[in-house]
């Protein structure tokens, strides 16, 4: 397991653990976006792309109760944005939405708190 995913699925695991189980009211959200998929098949990248596969989406989206969405990457300490990324990072945040790079689990929990 790479270290980014180890840090996103400590993230997503505290975050459903303590916002998105059927009991919680409101029952919050967490999810994955699956930009890396299709990238060994040409014919699958072609089909993923036709429906919307975005190069340098955030790795994860975040829908907190105040009615914020968050986007969230994911990266390791030394870890650094592609240039793809970067540009997406820019767009979510002309938006007027919260784009944030996480390294830690700790980090995460500061921000959703």
Same mark, same amino acid.
């Given at each position: 397991? *790479? ?9 997503? #695991?505290?975050?459903? *653990? *303590? ?5 919680? #009211? ?8 699956? *930009? ?18 975005? %190069?340098?989406? %955030? ?6 109760? %105040?009615?914020e969405i968050l986007f ?10 592609? #240039? ?19 390294? %830690?689990?700790?980090?995460? #929990?500061?921000?959703?708190?």
């Open positions: 397991m *790479n270290n980014e995913f180890k840090i996103q699925a400590d993230c997503y #695991k505290w975050y459903n *653990n *303590n916002f998105c189980l059927k009991f919680h #009211k409101p029952r919050c959200i967490m999810f994955s976006v699956p *930009n890396e998929l299709g990238r060994s098949n040409v014919i699958a990248t072609m089909q993923s792309k036709s429906i919307g596969l975005t %190069s340098g989406v %955030s790795d994860t989206i975040v829908i907190l109760p %105040s009615k969230v990457e994911f990266k390791t300490p030394k870890g650094v944005q592609s #240039k793809k990324q970067k540009e997406f990072q820019k767009r979510v945040e002309d938006l007027g939405f919260k784009y944030h790079i996480v390294r %830690s689990l700790e980090q995460f #929990k500061k921000i959703i708190l």
